[in-house]
C-alpha cells in the first residue's frame, strides 16, 4: 500500500529532475520546483507520523511490559542522510571545524555495530548497556548528531541529568534540523520537569513546538506544565491543538477534561470525560474523574455508578 505511494512520489521526482535538465523557461521552472515543494511537504507529513508512531510504539512497551525487536534494514543507517552536505559551510564550535555534519550517517561498521546495540539495550531499559554503547559510538564517530542526542537521553532516563543537559545542548548547538531540535528542546523540559523547574520546562516546550509547529508531543507536555502551573486556559489550549490532530487519544481527552473542569467549565470537562471513557473504557481514573465532577454538578447517582464501575474493576 505505502510502497506504491512512495513509487508515485520518486517518480514524480525523476520527472522533475527530467524536465529540468530540459533547461525550462522561467515559467515551466517554477512550476517544477512548486510541484518539488508540494512533495516535500507531503514526505514532512510522513516523518511527522513516523516519529509519533514511535513515540507511541516507546510508550506502549513501557505501559505493557513488552519490547520489539530491533530489526532495522542493512545498510539503513547509511542510506539515511537529512543533511545535503555538498551545500553546508563547515561549522566552527569552539575553534574546531566540523567538516561533516549529518544527522543519520554512519561511517564505520563498528559504529553501525554499536549504534544497534545501544537502540536494543534502550528498549529493553537497559539504560547502563545502552550508554556504554552510545559513548562508544561518540567517541568513534562524534560528527554523529544522532548518536549524541541517544546519549542524552539514555543519561536522563538513568537519572544523570547534568551529563544528559551537556550531551542535549550540543546537539542543539550543532544541529540545523528542526526536527531533531525538536525533540532535543522536548527532551530537555522533561528533564526540568522531573525536577519540577516548571517554568524552565515550559520554556523549552515551547521552542520544541517553534521549531516544528506540528511537533503535537511538545503541546502536550505544554499543557501538562501549565496545568500545573494553574494556568488552566492555557493548558486548554495547547491540550486542544493536540486534540485537534489526535481525536482518539484518550489521555488528551483525560487532560482536557481535568483542565475544562479546574477552569469550571464543567460540561466541557464532562465532554471531554465522556470521550475519553469511549476510547479507553477500562481506565478507572476516567471514571473517577467523571465521578467528582458529577458530584460537583450535583448528579448523585451519576457520580455512585462511576464509583461502583471503579469497584467492580478493582474486584
Given at each position: 500500500m505505502f510502497s506504491q505511494e512512495f513509487e508515485v512520489i520518486f517518480s514524480s521526482i525523476e520527472e522533475?529532475?527530467?524536465?529540468?535538465?530540459?533547461?525550462?523557461?522561467?515559467?515551466?521552472?517554477?512550476?517544477l520546483i512548486n510541484n518539488l515543494l508540494k512533495l516535500r511537504n507531503l514526505m514532512d507529513e510522513c516523518v511527522k507520523y513516523w516519529l509519533f508512531f514511535e513515540e507511541k510504539v516507546n510508550e506502549l512497551q513501557q505501559k505493557f511490559n513488552f519490547s520489539l525487536p530491533d530489526d532495522l534494514p542493512e545498510g539503513f543507517l547509511q542510506e539515511i542522510e537529512l543533511y545535503n552536505e555538498k551545500d553546508r559551510e563547515p561549522i566552527t564550535s569552539q575553534g574546531n571545524v566540523i567538516e561533516k555534519h549529518s544527522f543519520l550517517k554512519l561511517e564505520s561498521e563498528q559504529g553501525i555495530d554499536s549504534f544497534r546495540k545501544g537502540l536494543g539495550f534502550w528498549d529493553l531499559a537497559m539504560l547502563e548497556e545502552a550508554i556504554k554503547e552510545f559513548e562508544k559510538v561518540?567517541?568513534?564517530?562524534?560528527?554523529?548528531?544522532?548518536?549524541?542526542?541517544?546519549?542524552?537521553?539514555?543519561?536522563?532516563?538513568?537519572?544523570?541529568?547534568?551529563?544528559?543537559?551537556?550531551?542535549?545542548?550540543?546537539?542543539?548547538?550543532?544541529?540545523?534540523?528542526?526536527?531533531?531540535?525538536?525533540?532535543?528542546?522536548?527532551?530537555?523540559?522533561?528533564?526540568?520537569?522531573?525536577?519540577?523547574?516548571?517554568?524552565?520546562?515550559?520554556s523549552e516546550f515551547i521552542l520544541s513546538v517553534e521549531e516544528d509547529p506540528y511537533f503535537f508531543i511538545g503541546y502536550f507536555n505544554m499543557g501538562a506544565i501549565y496545568f500545573n502551573l494553574r494556568r488552566y486556559k492555557e493548558s486548554i489550549e495547547a491540550f486542544e491543538k493536540v486534540k485537534e490532530a489526535l481525536p482518539q487519544d484518550w489521555e488528551v481527552c483525560y487532560c482536557l477534561g481535568r483542565a475544562y473542569t479546574m477552569e469550571g467549565e464543567f460540561h466541557k470537562g464532562m465532554q471531554n470525560f465522556k470521550k475519553a471513557l469511549s476510547i479507553n473504557p477500562n481506565e478507572s481514573k476516567i471514571l473517577f474523574e467523571m465521578g467528582v465532577l458529577y458530584e460537583l454538578l450535583g448528579e448523585k447517582r451519576n457520580a455512585s455508578q462511576c464509583f461502583s464501575s471503579i469497584m467492580k474493576q478493582v474486584n
Open positions: 522533475i529532475e527530467e524536465n529540468l535538465k530540459n533547461d525550462p523557461d522561467k515559467n515551466e521552472k517554477e512550476k561518540v567517541k568513534m564517530e562524534p560528527n554523529f548528531l544522532f548518536g549524541h542526542f541517544c546519549l542524552g537521553l539514555s543519561y536522563s532516563q538513568k537519572g544523570a541529568y547534568n551529563k544528559a543537559l551537556n550531551k542535549l545542548r550540543l546537539v542543539k548547538a550543532l544541529s540545523r534540523d528542526p526536527h531533531l531540535n525538536a525533540f532535543v528542546y522536548n527532551a530537555m523540559g522533561n528533564i526540568y520537569a522531573g525536577e519540577r523547574k516548571y517554568e524552565e520546562a515550559l
